[in-house]
């Protein structure tokens, strides 16, 4: 875990729970296509019979995941980049 500098997220949106709100609804939809991403990989391995190799071709794609960036720092990254495009309802809308 590392340490975050707060400023760069207050002052990038409305406040800090704007912030906080936009990163995480990215974080979700990264969060998905990761899943998507994994459940396509794995469904190729597919087969009644799991033999060693396929086992192992299973834990190696897991292993990839799981060392991928986690969706929320993917999402505070491209939030600091501007990478996000948002826009704030208005109230009447």
């Given amino acids: 875990m590392r340490d975050i500098d707060i400023e760069k997220y207050i002052n990038k949106g409305e406040n800090i729970y704007m912030s906080a709100m936009i990163i995480a609804k990215r974080a979700r939809k990264i969060n998905q296509k990761i899943s998507e ?6 469904g190729e391995l597919e087969n009644e019979e799991e033999t060693d190799e396929e086992n192992n071709d299973r834990i190696k794609i897991v292993d ?13 990254n491209e939030f600091i ?11 009447n809308e």
Avoid: N
Avoid at 37 to 42: G, T
């Fill in 81 to 91: 980049e501007d990478k996000i495009k948002y826009k704030y309802k208005e109230d």
């Fill in 64 to 76: 990839k995941f799981d060392k991928m960036p986690k969706p929320v720092e993917i999402a505070m």
């Fill in 37 to 42: 991403e994994l459940k396509s990989e794995l």
